[in-house]
């Protein structure tokens, strides 16, 4: 009889912490390349499943619905924006723009459009040059107020929303200086930025790829929960805006919704490289 019990209280505790691990976990940390845990294949039909407020979460976050995308859009504005938020508009799709600062003078009226249509306009980098924003702390954070100076002259927002400029996971920067991306995100983690990375990659930055292999690389990632799309806004990139439709499309008839993103976003980190 005692044992009994004795086996019921350890499944009972088992079950417990874990629960408690589950809900704890408020960052996903994924591997480039690598298929996220929560994967589960498209054709099933998943609950919506709220997410419980931790004190141990470094942000705080209100609820978050799976089956979420999260289109982003790196390296831009460019003269394909325009098209970008056209697309946008019509499907009513919000997405985020991690900008840079190298064209936004010249495309200062599309990114306020895209702000003023209500996409995130978030923070990529001034110069999106890694040997001079990853040779020092100070010149990393040099370059943010900078860009984020820029964004703010724009959109009067004070954006806190940040993509590095080769992911978290980079480890091109250990060429400029020994663990500086880990001491970046302590900093950022501390002063109340938040930085995304991705969990899908539409392999966009590589050479010319097809719209149907961006197509493809994006929707074949698609899972269960948070799907960051990692995707590129520039002047090369005009397979990314073909595909672009499509997927929106895919994802729709396939129990997708979409979203911007925001500091309430769960946060998806590449594993430190450096
Ligand atoms: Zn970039």
């Known amino acids: 009889?005692?044992?009994?019990i004795f086996i019921i209280i350890l499944v009972i505790l088992l079950i417990m912490g874990i629960c408690i691990l589950k809900f704890n976990k408020k960052v996903e940390i994924v591997k480039v390349g690598e298929i996220p845990k929560a994967f589960t294949p498209r054709s099933v039909?998943?609950?919506i499943k709220e997410l419980t407020k931790s004190k141990k979460n470094i942000h705080s976050y209100s609820k978050v619905s799976d089956n979420t995308i999260y289109l982003t859009f790196d390296d831009g504005p460019s003269y394909l924006t325009s098209q970008i938020l056209d697309i946008l508009k019509e499907e009513k799709v919000a997405a985020t723009f991690f900008v840079i600062g190298s064209s936004l003078d010249k495309y200062r009226d599309v990114v306020k459009r895209a702000y003023n249509e209500g996409h995130?306009?978030?923070?990529?980098?001034?110069?999106?040059?890694?040997?001079?924003?990853?040779?020092?702390?100070?010149?990393?954070?040099?370059?943010?107020?900078?860009?984020?100076a820029k964004i703010y002259q724009i959109t009067g927002v004070n954006s806190r929303i940040i993509r590095l400029p080769g992911g978290s996971s980079n480890t091109i920067s250990k060429k400029y200086n020994k663990g500086i991306i880990t001491r970046i995100t302590n900093k950022?983690?501390?002063?109340?930025?938040?930085?995304f990375d991705w969990n899908i990659d539409s392999m966009d930055a590589s050479g010319k790829l097809s719209s149907?292999?961006?197509?493809?690389?994006?929707?074949?990632?698609l899972h269960h929960g948070t799907n960051i799309?990692?995707?590129?806004?520039?002047?090369?990139?005009?397979?990314?805006?073909?595909?672009?439709?499509k997927?929106?499309?895919?994802?729709?008839e396939n129990g997708y919704?979409?979203?911007?993103i925001s500091k309430n976003t769960r946060a998806i980190h590449h594993h430190i490289n450096n």
């Open 212 to 221: 149907e292999a961006i197509y493809n690389n994006t929707i074949l990632g």
């Open 120 to 148: 995130t306009v978030a923070l990529h980098s001034n110069t999106h040059n890694y040997k001079q924003i990853y040779s020092s702390d100070e010149n990393y954070f040099n370059d943010l107020d900078t860009i984020k």
């Open 257 to 260: 919704t979409f979203a911007k």
């Open 1 to 4: 009889m005692n044992k009994k």
């Open 229 to 245: 799309v990692l995707m590129h806004d520039a002047s090369t990139k005009k397979t990314t805006l073909e595909a672009l439709k």
């Open 188 to 195: 950022l983690n501390d002063t109340g930025y938040y930085y």
């Open 45 to 47: 039909n998943l609950p």
């Open 247 to 252: 997927i929106i499309e895919y994802g729709k």
